[in-house]
């Protein structure tokens, strides 16, 4: 960060520090609330933009929708509004760095902490969608990493409504990314929870690969490609990444919403499964594997982070059928391939046609040793079919073709493995400052049946109870649904967790007592007093340590207390303009009357000066005092008479 040249303050509140970002609509400034006392993240759109209705009614839309989630992975927002023809965006200030840091100059972060931080954006995002609201522009600088590890999803400038037609953008032409731009996006095309997972598998793959999936010298060029284009295997780029992982990218990465995850939950699960260890079941998928699988060359033109209107693509996508237009010409192609097919099958039949092989006893395998038998035997997979049954999650349930049918070599064949027992639905109950003792029990036991993730918080959150092991906040929110053997993670304070001294500046003694309570803090001594002329006498100047400091629960904390109107000097202004003379008055906190000087003692250089004052210069006066000046007018100036000898 570097600090601005222009501190200026909007709203009469905000004190904006630092520069932070400039993105491609608006500017990232650190700033200071003085009313609360606390850093925050101010993002003000460009001035130019701020004339621009469609850019303004987006600005409008990023505040509504994210001061609507409420969730840890989410950056809270907490204010909007225009200065001086200038709209902002008030939110929490992330103490950290962005995901695009990391990973600038092609540096690959490791499977695991991949996975890790992934599937907390993944939660991010599926809350988002269960509130019915799409981001649209997910992207590693939309990414923060807090210091403590936590990941928090921003920049909702283009998040919409399921249901709501974008109209951010001009005819022709969609708002986003093109790097991270899903098929459909592109397209111009309706889009829901299932276009920000692709656009998260593309940053999952440039986490473990060190470049996305598509780049080319232009955003319409990546576009076209993310609409035509065949998704390598990022394995290709970095032969280290297990194949479990890749297979839950390439599923991210499926061209067809249908066969993506269809909820963000889904692909969490997946990650949290690869993770603890466990098959995953992006696995047991062949879902993204279509289309020509040829070795290809990309250019090497880097992508562009920025998010901006690009041009509409024109389908047809590579695994999406064609709607019935031309079909004429459809009928004769494959009336053409039948013959092709036809011939090949009499030739090889003169051959002795190919290799002849068993369909070997699969039943009761694991799904990965299931596909290691196939492709030792030479067949090939069709299709995997997941059914829940009383069968182990992951085991090969039925074949078809059955055990012991003779196959030729190379023909595919379907597999029906078990997801295990179906779980009971349950909605998920509130188990917020309950113990995690208790907590654990309510979530374990019939009938939620859920696995408890405990996490422990070093620093309390603002205006937190001050009891350790007692659970703060939840993911999934009580209320939410879900299946037993679901995971929730439990929010905890650490038995060592700190505390963040709160503002208590305008306070009273009795007023700051009850706050410090409330935070696991104590009230010190209150005996030190100084004068100041914007906190009432009695009130509370500054505290010490000062707010935002963190501290130990039970700490005193020991407040300053105004003791009214500080006094101020009387400057010197004979001389001066009238003009000149009030201004300097008047920011020296005195109240300025003025009188005409006596016309007789006014010489010429005088006119229109300050002559005298009615307070004693350099003397020092209450706050607010009135002073009167005099000033020699022009219109009582005497003429000078001239007598003639």
Known sequence: MEPVDDARLYSGRYQVTHLIARGGMAIVYRAQDVLLNRPVAMKTLYPELSADPQFVEGFRREAQAAANLS??????????GEHEGTYFIVMELVDGTSLADMLRGGRTLTASHSATLMAQVAAALGYAHRNGVVHRDVKPGNILIASDGQVKVTDFGIAQAMSVEDQLAEEGSVMGTATYFSPEQAEGAPVDGRSDIYSLGVVLYEMLAGRPPFIGDSPVAV?????????????????GIPPDLQAIVMEA??????????????????????NEGQPVRAAQRDVAFFGADATRAVSKVAPGERTQAVPMMKGPRTDIRRRRKGSAGVIVVVVLLLLAVGGLAYFL???????????PNLVGQTDTAALQKLATDGIRLNNVKQTHSKVAVGLVISTSPKAGTTLKKNQKVNL?????????IVTIPSVKNLSIASAESE????????NVHPVFLQTAPANTHPNPNTVISQVPAAGAKGHQGDRVTIYVLSPSAQFTVPSL?????????????????TLGATTSTICSNTVPIGMVVSSSPAAGTLVNSGDQISLTTSKGYCKVQVPSVIGETQAQATLVLKNTHLQVQV????????SPSQVGTVTMESLLISHYVPYNSSITISVCDASTQQPTTTTSL
Not at 595 to 602: F, G, M
């Open 253 to 274: 990465l499926a061209k067809s919403p249908d066969q993506r995850y269809q909820s963000a939950e889904d692909l969490r699960s997946d990650l949290m499964r690869f």
């Open 416 to 424: 029906t493995v078990s997801l295990g027992v179906q779980a009971a």
């Open 595 to 602: 009188s005409p000087t006596d016309p007789s003692t006014c």
């Open 71 to 80: 969730h840890p992975n989410i950056v809270p927002v907490f204010d909007w």
């Open 443 to 450: 979530l374990s036991s019939l009938p939620y049946l859920l």
């Open 505 to 521: 500046v305008n306070d009273t003694t009795n007023q700051a007592s009850a706050v410090l309570g409330q935070s696991g803090l």
């Open 349 to 359: 039949a003169q051959k002795g046609g190919p290799p002849l092989v068993e369909m």
């Open 223 to 239: 576009s076209s490609q993310h609409v035509h284009g065949t998704v390598p295997p990022p394995s290709e780029f970095n032969s």
